[in-house]
C-alpha cells in the first residue's frame, strides 16, 4: 500500500532568504494561493520575529488560506513563540515551527553553551509553544553533522515534549545520501516514541545532493518533505519541490508513495515564482528549465519522432509543459529535419531532403539555432532541384 508524503513548502521563508528575493506581502499571499493550489500540505509563510513586514504576511496569509496549514518559524525563544502565536492567530490551520542547532560545531561556536542546556531549551520551547498550537514542529538545526546518539535524546524528549512533526535538516549540504539515510534509519531504531511524531527532512543543496538526500531521507522512513519551488533558498539552494515529487511520481515501481501535488501547476508555479522574486531558472533545471523537454541532437530527436519514451521518462503534459520540443541545429538529422518540414507542409523527396540538408547545415553552423522562418526562407530561395 502507498503511503503519503507531506510535502511543506517553505519558497516563502527559506526561499525568500535567497540574496535579493526579497518579497512583499501582496506578493507573498499570491505565491501562497498559488502553492495552495498546486496542492502542498504545508506552507512555512515566514518568520514572523524578524521583522514587522514577515509578521504582517504571515497574520495576512493565515488568514486567507483554508485547507493547507500554516507555519511560522521561531527560534527556541520564547519571544519568538509569542510572535508566532500572534500572527498565527487566524489560520485555520497553524502549525509553530521551533527549533535549535544540535551539532557539536553548533553548540560550541554558535551558542558557546552545552549539550545539556541545549537539551533543556528545546525541551522549554517546544512545551511552550504547545500551550498554544496542537500541532508543533521541531528543527534540529544542522542535525547533518550531529553525533546520532545526542540527536535521538533530543528527538526522544521534544517529542515527549509534545512535538508532532521532528524535522532533521542537512542544513548545510553536508551528508552524502546513504549517510543522511542510515541518519533516519538509526532515528527510526533508536528514539523508542518516533512512532508519536512524523519525520521530516529539510536538505540543502551544497554538494548538489538535495534532492538525493531528502529521497534517502523518505526511503529510510521520513514522511514530510522540506521543499521550494525552483529549489531557491540559501546559499546554493533548497530541495526541489518539483524534482522531488516527480521522483516519488515517476518512480512508483521503486518508491511505493504518493503526494497531493498537483503536478500540472508546476511549471505555472514556478513561473510565477521566477517572475516574482527575479531569479531566473536555468535552462537545464531538471523538470522546469527550458531545455528539459528539448532534443537537439539527431540520435535524439529521431528516437523522440518515433516514440517519445525512447528518451523522456515523463510525459510533459503532466507538468505542464505543452509538448516536448524539437530544436533544430547543426547537430540535428534528417528525421528532424523532416519532421519540421512536414509540420509547414512541405513535403520533399529523399533527394529533395539530402540536397536540402546540406543547405540546412550550412546555416545551422552559422545561425546555432533553426526556426521556423528559416527553413522556409531557405526553400524559397530555390535551394533544392525539383526531382
Given amino acids: 500500500m ?19 528575493a526579497k518579497l512583499t506581502t501582496a506578493e507573498k499571499i499570491q505565491l501562497a494561493l498559488q502553492l495552495e493550489n498546486l496542492g502542498v500540505d504545508v506552507i512555512e509563510a515566514g518568520f514572523p520575529i524578524s521583522s514587522p513586514g514577515d509578521f504582517k504576511s504571515v497574520d495576512e ?3 486567507i488560506i483554508k485547507k493547507a496549514t500554516i507555519c511560522g518559524l521561531t527560534r ?26 544540535v551539532s557539536d560545531i553548533h553548540i560550541k561556536y554558535k551558542f558557546k553553551s552545552t549539550r545539556e542546556k541545549i537539551l533543556l531549551q528545546g525541551i522549554e520551547a517546544v512545551k511552550y509553544a504547545k500551550k498554544f498550537v496542537e500541532d508543533v514542529e521541531f528543527y534540529a538545526e544542522d542535525a547533518g553533522r550531529a553525533e546520532n546518539e545526542f540527536l535521538a535524546k533530543m528527538i526522544t524528549a521534544v517529542i515527549d515534549a509534545g512535538a508532532t512533526v521532528v524535522n532533521i535538516p542537512d542544513t548545510t549540504g553536508y551528508c552524502f545520501p546513504d549517510e543522511f ?14 512512532d508519536r511524531a512524523i519525520i521530516s527532512v529539510h536538505c540543502h543543496d551544497d554538494l548538489g ?38 521522483a516519488i511520481k515517476t518512480r512508483q515501481n521503486y518508491l511505493p508513495y504518493y503526494t497531493l501535488v498537483k503536478t500540472e501547476e508546476i511549471l505555472k508555479t514556478s513561473k ?22 528539448a532534443h537537439s541532437s539527431g540520435i535524439h530527436q529521431d528516437g523522440i519522432i518515433k516514440r517519445r519514451e525512447n528518451y523522456e521518462i515523463i510525459d510533459p503534459k503532466s507538468v505542464g509543459v505543452t509538448k516536448s520540443q524539437i530544436v533544430l541545429t547543426a547537430r540535428s538529422g534528417r528525421a528532424a529535419l523532416r519532421h519540421k518540414l512536414e509540420k509547414l507542409k512541405i513535403n520533399m523527396t529523399k533527394e529533395q531532403l539530402n540536397q536540402f540538408y546540406e543547405k540546412f547545415l550550412e546555416l545551422a553552423d552559422i545561425k546555432k539555432e533553426i526556426f521556423n522562418n ?8 530555390k535551394s533544392i532541384k525539383s526531382s
Avoid: C
Fill in 272 to 293: 510565477m515564482v521566477s517572475l516574482i522574486m527575479g531569479i531566473p531558472v536555468q535552462p537545464n533545471k531538471a523538470i522546469i528549465g527550458a531545455n528539459a523537454f
Fill in 61 to 63: 496569509i493565515s488568514k
Fill in 76 to 101: 527556541a525563544i520564547k519571544g519568538d513563540i509569542d510572535a508566532a502565536v500572534a500572527a498565527l492567530i487566524k489560520a485555520k490551520r497553524p502549525r509553530i515551527h521551533t527549533g535549535i542547532g
Fill in 2 to 20: 502507498k503511503q503519503k508524503i507531506f510535502v511543506f513548502d517553505t519558497t516563502l521563508r527559506d526561499g525568500e532568504q535567497s540574496p535579493g
Fill in 209 to 246: 545532493l538535495a534532492t538525493a538526500n531528502t529521497l534517502s531521507g523518505i526511503i529510510n522512513g521520513a514522511r514530510q518533505i522540506e521543499v521550494t519551488v525552483n529549489g531557491i533558498g540559501e546559499r546554493a539552494g533548497n530541495t526541489s519541490l518539483e524534482e522531488t515529487v516527480m
Fill in 374 to 381: 528559416d527553413l522556409l526562407n531557405l526553400y524559397e530561395s
Fill in 181 to 194: 539515510g542510515e541518519k533516519i534509519k538509526f532515528l527510526k531504531e533508536n528514539v523508542p516514541n518516533i
